[in-house]
């Protein structure tokens, strides 16, 4: 149902910026939709917070990608070690070479990039934060960062739902990395 009202909202859009822009309400197959759906297109506001939004997306999707890689490629090389003993140095190796080579970006980020991080991290990887960091680092640790991360008003165990991040996912589409 929720697919379908999204659906309905967005090509009302669509015929309202084509066809019927000056109108104040849509009638579409016995369903009228309220008159912010035409107002929206004509309020700067919006369209700030929407550039903003692609700017943050812009600057937080090569790090997901490169996180979704690095992860297949350590779960591939875990596999092929023989002892759990080669397993835990090779996953400290690899956690400290992404550090030195992503903690300086990764702290410059703003609350709201890190949040997009987070959901982007789940679309590309398919687990949250928090999986991933108790999968790796055990629970404590995936504990400890999920209490700090609340306190920036984040969440590691938050999902990527296509339907809810509509935008992020359609400014994706627009950058071409789908």
């Known amino acids: 149902m929720k697919k379908y009202l999204v659906f309905i909202i967005l090509f009302s859009v669509f015929l309202c910026k084509t066809k019927l822009a000056a109108q104040d309400s849509l009638k579409l197959q016995g369903i009228v939709l309220p008159d912010f759906i035409v107002k929206a297109q004509k309020d700067p506001e919006y ?14 999707l090569p790090y997901a990608k490169m996180a979704s890689f690095r992860f297949q490629m350590m779960e591939q090389n875990l596999q092929l070690l023989p002892t759990e003993k080669a397993k835990k140095e090779y996953l400290k190796r690899t956690e400290k070479s992404i550090k030195d080579q992503f903690m300086d970006d990764l702290y410059n ?18 687990k949250t934060g928090y999986e991933l960091l108790q999968e790796y680092r055990g629970n404590f640790t995936a504990w400890y960062w999920q209490g700090m991360a609340k306190l920036f008003n984040a969440n590691l165990k938050e999902e990527f739902d296509p339907i809810e991040d509509w935008q992020i996912e359609q400014i994706i589409k627009q950058l071409g990395f789908e």
């Open 47 to 60: 369209e700030k917070k929407y550039q903003r939004l692609v700017y943050n997306v812009k600057k937080v």
């Open 109 to 126: 980020l703003t609350q709201t990039q890190g949040r997009i991080l987070i959901k982007l991290l789940y679309r590309e990887t398919g």
